[in-house]
């Protein structure tokens, strides 16, 4: 079990890069915040980068609760369970003001600059990929998509393409790219 006021100042970092993004966060920002003294960070984190990780490492088992959630109920067929998960993702941005996928910002704002972020980032990406792609093999298996479909790089496309309409939904503050491109792709997957 996390400690509390570790678990405090991860919160409200995660919320806090999502609207700021790493440059600008700052810690003493996160330390008024969350009303935390100064050492209590350091205790728990050997620095920003450090704290950084750990945000991403929580925002990721959220993502694998939900991929759980969604892809493991056996009562829906297997594209409809994809569908299902980018719908409640599509919701949570919506609940949280359309600010993004914390991996997409993050992404967007590192990669070039830090080796560190840009491959745990990338490492992300691909572990969702990897659990929407068993997800579409098990489609490809009963005829949902076509049999000639690669299931692993419709899977990296769709993240690919979710991560672009992120973005578009973050700068218009609203669903429509979302809704857009999850239309668009489902659509396609399934002819």
Known sequence: MTHPTKQRLLDAGLAMLLRHGYNDLGIQALLSATST????????????????????????????????????????????????FFELTRQSYHDEG??????????QELSGVSEVFRRKV??????????????????????????????????????????GAALRSRLQGDAAPLTAMLDFYFRSASS
Not at 98 to 107: A, F, N, S, V
Not at 134 to 155: V, W
């Open 37 to 84: 003294p100064k050492g209590s960070f350091y205790h728990h984190f050997k620095d920003k980068e450090n704290f950084a990780l750990e945000v991403v490492d929580q925002y990721m088992q959220q993502v694998h609760a939900g991929l759980d959630l969604c892809l493991g109920d056996k009562n829906r067929p297997p594209l409809e369970r994809v569908s299902y």
């Open 98 to 107: 359309y600010m993004g996928c914390l991996l997409g910002g993050l992404g």
């Open 122 to 163: 990338e490492w992300c990406f691909a572990e969702i990929a990897d659990r929407i792609a068993a997800c579409l093999e098990d489609a490809r298996k009963i005829g949902d998509i076509p049999a000639d479909s690669d299931p692993r790089s419709m899977a990296s496309l769709l993240v690919d393409c979710w991560e």
